[in-house]
């Protein structure tokens, strides 16, 4: 039996059914642990050995990209070698594919881009006198509230309405409004609708699209262009849709538009699991599927492998108390899960006298499990609603030393750490914000004895000054109660913000967050022990990266507003999970936990109006009518709230813990979650006041208990080419870059060569097969201009005068690339920026090269663009990263590639081609077997040298060689 064969022979029956499902519609409802990404997959498979489909037929959309990543990589290895599915892609990758191909063709300007909601925000904030309110008079007063306002122009977007659309609905609301209510209600609308056009208005003026619009232009363009339309319906044969149930309606429409009136669409979910409505998703998607398609099959999965059957029945008697409103209901099928674990798994349900209690019972009970010898303390995990719980457990498995990972989606700014970056950048964007300097002594670089910052406190109520007033009166005349130790520390943090001040005038956000976090934090992080500190200012850092490549001239005082208008939001601050495979116990939200399992699940803080939460709303929501679902619907939120337990229920397969708290300090005692007597059929075990003692006691007891510790570092298990060669100049290093991820200050260098890769790219793409005709306007001059301007960008460079030296060179540059390539003749383009993945031993190498030409022959060549010094000629050393593209071209095309060319931007003759040598490969596949071995070894010895002198960590280490 070959791989196909096998794969075939392992799927259950409704599994089977739903990958051999011929043409046509089709619902797969597919319950928790039954298997789905493994159904897509083998469906692609199928297609592709069965029917010989071209794999780049079938479009398969995903939620986030991180499903998608995973979700091809599995696809491209269970492909036959040679074939590779370049259309697994999220919503808004698809939105951004039409998009870069078509925008023209609705009228969008060439050089839009996508920019994120940041970026956005400042814009808003800059033009915030376009806006004419008065209903909302405190959004026209204060930028504080566009992020409400922000929030809602995203739900229109999600629901596909067009501001011509919402002035429409205004307009009629006006003619039909009677009484004062109605009248004021109306005001408000029509208030609404004005403001959503002066959006759009605004971001189009700045040839920029939010989110949204990859999905609503995408939309108009393939209703206004059907030449456009019929080519791409062309293109995909077949369309998959994962998550189905988390589909927002613009989303919908654009998969209905694409699978036209052949409708070869497979959507995968379950209604059970929708929960982000939060987020714009509409369960009426997946309810209303069949009657969208009457036509479509339906295939239920209900073959469990995850969980024992107590708590897959506990967990269904538990959603049903959504019923009716459930797919099982109206489609009338059946979705009880039948376990195929042998166990049949254990419910325990525990009510703690207070909070602390709780959360020292379970972390006793997971040492228990641990110990037990049967269990990893990654196989365990705790779930809470919100992030705030978190806390009380990180104390107690540090008290414990379990190791543990924090995950979740939201939360950064809250992150003792990052609080105090924040708060050290609010006080250089207003040296009088007391509060802001307070935090600032209590950072380990400046803190101040409590008696000092009275002191300080006293000067400035004394003479009625800020606290930075006071703190420089300090410093140039000290007060007799002044410690000396406390003169120290207001003499450095003055230094600080006079050093800091400077580099905030002249220079990007980023590269100001980067001194501060080298000048201020690092001194105090233990490389070994603080990595997820090293982390947390990671995204602070990442997320001013990202704004200034939106918005370039973007300053202190933006990204400060901006934290500080989403915190006004709700908005915690998100960051992305990174789930690894290191052995620790998880400490997860309920959302950030779908799609993972344990083998022990604790939910923690059950109680109420924390689990269900309060149903806090959109503050600017849709008006009733406007959109698909009505908002506000307390019942709707409630149903929500169930799924979501339902999903934290559903993440166990052995153990499933219950535990909830009587007193967590406030005046009255909490009830249990009214969730947990709806599973029904469960006991829950009170635990007396008595004996625990007081939650003061127990606190005041574990005072001197050990300092926390930190769970082990993960090591990767993929790496790509420059990880392994950073490792290979210094194992610290790599350290530094690629498991602390520390953040570092954008080289102008650097930014100008992942610019011209990102021109030619967008350039080049005409070239690529599409079966269009190509026009000679595609390849000339003004065009390479026009993509030039777009990608453009004065940001990172020290002065105005290398900004501009590198703005004139990048188009010197592009000119001869011109000449270069008429004198070469007219490349066959098989791809550009083509990413890979191959397997080396048990780890994972990956990476992408520039471009892929197919030569006359039928075999491939590939080059690689370079803004750096040139060679003269290939010496294996130079040339190991073209020779690491060819094993992973060749294992992705399954063809030989005879040439590899280095284009050097710098060169006198920048067309360097040679051909591979094979014993120089294998040699090259060794090398970096024994480098990963090494790094598995958890060696990352310093290796001072000469390119310490370039290192962008030298500040942080003291092992640079001058
Ligand atoms: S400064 Fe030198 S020794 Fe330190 S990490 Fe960088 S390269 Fe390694």
């Known amino acids: 039996m070959d791989n196909f064969a096998e794969e075939m022979a392992r799927l259950n029956d409704s599994q089977r059914e739903a990958v051999e499902h011929n043409t046509g519609p089709l619902l797969i409802v597919a319950g928790a642990g039954t298997g789905k990404t493994r159904v897509l997959v083998n469906r692609l498979l199928y297609l592709v050995k069965e029917r010989q489909v071209d794999p780049n037929q079938v479009l398969i959309l995903t939620f986030g990209e991180k499903a998608a990543n995973e979700l091809s990589e599995r696809a491209d290895q269970a492909l036959p070698l040679g074939q590779s599915s370049d ?70 977007k999600d629901e596909n309405i067009s501001a011509e659309d919402y002035k429409k609905f205004a307009s009629a609301q006006v003619e039909s409004a009677k009484g004062l209510d109605e009248e004021i209600e109306v005001e408000r609308v029509v208030e609404l609708a004005e403001a959503y056009q002066v959006y759009n208005k605004i971001l189009l003026d700045n040839s920029c699209l939010d989110y949204g619009d990859l999905l609503c232009y995408s939309i108009k363009l393939l209703k206004e262009r059907p030449n456009i339309l019929a080519a791409w319906r062309k293109q995909f044969k077949y369309i998959m849709v ?63 492998y995850r ?113 105090q970056l924040i708060n050290y950048l609010r006080l250089l964007d207003n040296y009088h914000e007391s509060m802001a300097l307070y935090k600032s002594l209590s950072s380990p670089s400046f803190i101040m004895e409590h008696l000092d910052v009275l002191e300080l406190s006293r000067v400035a109520r004394e003479h009625q000054w800020s606290l930075f007033e006071a703190l420089k009166h300090v410093v140039h005349e000290p007060t007799s109660k002044i410690s000396a130790g406390g003169l120290v520390s207001a003499g450095n943090l003055l230094a600080m913000i006079e050093k800091h001040t400077v580099i905030a005038k002249e220079k990007a956000i980023s590269v100001l967050i ?195 510790i930190t769970p082990p570092i993960p090591l990767p298990t993929k790496f790509s080419y420059s990880a392994l060669e950073t490792y290979n100049h210094c194992p610290l290093q790599f350290k530094f870059r690629h498991l602390l991820k520390l953040p570092i200050e954008k080289k102008g260098l650097t930014g100008f060569g992942d610019m011209m890769h990102k021109i030619l790219e967008e ?68 791809g550009l920026e083509v990413g890979f993945e191959f397997a080396l031993g048990e780890w994972t190498i990956y990476s992408k090269v520039d471009r892929v030409d197919e030569l006359p022959d039928g075999t491939l060549r590939l080059i690689d663009y370079k803004t750096g010094e040139p060679m003269e000629k290939p010496i294996y050393d130079k040339i190991k990263q073209l020779l690491l593209y060819k094993i992973g071209v060749e294992k992705k095309y399954g063809r030989p590639v005879s040439s590899l060319v280095y284009y050097q931007f710098k060169a006198e003759d920048e067309w360097l081609e040679f051909a591979p040598n094979p014993k120089e490969v294998i040699k090259l ?38």
Not at 129 to 154: I, R, V
Not at 672 to 697: H, M, Q, R
Not at 807 to 823: H, N, S, T
């Open 242 to 304: 994962d998550e189905f149930q988390d589909t927002n309606r613009a989303q919908y429409e654009l998969v209905k538009l694409l699978a036209g009136e052949e409708a070869n669409l497979a959507v995968v979910g379950d209604d059970d699991q929708a929960i982000y409505k939060f987020r714009g998703a509409s369960l009426s998607n997946i309810m209303q599927f069949k009657a969208d398609y009457p036509q479509a099959k339906t295939v239920v999965m209900i073959d469990n």
């Open 514 to 708: 980067a001194n501060i976090v080298n000048d201020i934090f690092y001194p105090h992080l233990d490389r070994d022990r603080d990595w997820p500190q090293f982390r947390l200012l990671g995204q602070i850092y990442a997320k001013a990266v990202t704004l200034e490549e939106s918005i370039a001239d973007a300053r202190l005082k933006d990204f400060v507003e901006l934290i500080d208008s989403e915190l006004e939001a709700g908005d915690s601050g998100r960051m992305p999970v990174i789930i690894d495979d290191a052995d620790t116990v998880k400490l997860v939200t309920v959302h950030s936990a779908k799609g993972l399992e344990y083998k022990y699940v604790f939910m923690a803080d059950l109680v109420d109006r924390r689990f269900p939460s309060n149903d806090r709303g959109d503050k600017i929501p849709l008006p009733e009518g406007l959109g698909t679902e009505s908002v506000g619907n307390s019942e709707h939120h409630l149903q929500e709230e169930r799924r979501l337990f339902y999903v934290g229920m559903t993440r166990a397969a052995k153990g499933l813990y219950l535990t909830s708290y009587r007193d967590s300090g406030g005046k009255l005692a909490k009830k249990p979650s009214k969730f947990i007597p709806e599973i029904g059929g469960i006991v829950t075990t009170s635990f007396d006041f008595d004996t625990t003692g007081t939650p003061l006691d127990r606190a005041i007891e574990r005072l001197d208990e050990p300092a926390l």
């Open 763 to 830: 350039f080049l793409t005409p070239l690529l097969p599409s079966g269009e005709e190509l026009s000679e306007e595609a390849l000339s001059e003004e065009r390479f201009l026009r993509v030039y301007e777009k990608y453009w960008t004065s940001a990172g460079y020290e002065t105005k005068q290398e900004a501009q030296e590198h703005y004139q060179l990048g188009k010197k540059y592009g000119r001869r690339f011109l000449e270069v390539m008429k004198a070469k003749g007219r490349p066959k383009l098989l």
């Open 307 to 419: 969980s024992g059957q107590n708590i897959l029945d506990a967990a269904y008697r538990f959603i049903s108390h959504n019923n009716p409103d459930r797919l099982e209901i109206k489609e009338n099928i059946d979705k009880r899960l039948v376990a195929h674990l042998p166990e049949a798994g254990t419910i325990t349900a525990w009510d703690f006298p207070d909070s602390l209690a709780e959360a020292s019972a379970v972390a006793t009970e997971i040492v228990a499990l641990h110990k037990s010898g049967e269990m990893d303390w990654k196989d365990m995990a705790v779930l809470f609603r919100s992030h705030a719980a978190a806390d009380r457990f990180v104390k107690e498995f540090s008290r414990l030393n379990i190791p543990y990972q924090y995950l979740a989606h939201g939360g950064l700014y809250y992150r003792p750490i990052v609080l």
């Open 925 to 962: 596949e060794e090398e970096m077997l024994a480098t990963i071995k090494e790094i598995q070894k958890g060696n990352f010895a310093h290796k001072p040298g000469f390119l310490c002198r370039y290192c962008d960590f030298r500040n942080a280490c003291e092992f640079a060689q001058n």
């Open 87 to 156: 259309w697994i892609r999220t919503f808004h990758g698809l939105g951004r594919a039409l998009l870069n191909r078509h925008g023209a063709d609705i009228g969008l300007s060439p050089h839009a881009k996508q920019v994120e909601d940041t970026a956005i925000w400042i814009l808003l904030k800059r033009n915030i006198e376009l806006f004419n309110f008065k209903y909302y008079k405190q959004l026209g007063q204060s930028h504080k509230h566009l992020a409400d306002l922000q929030k809602h122009f995203s739900r229109l």
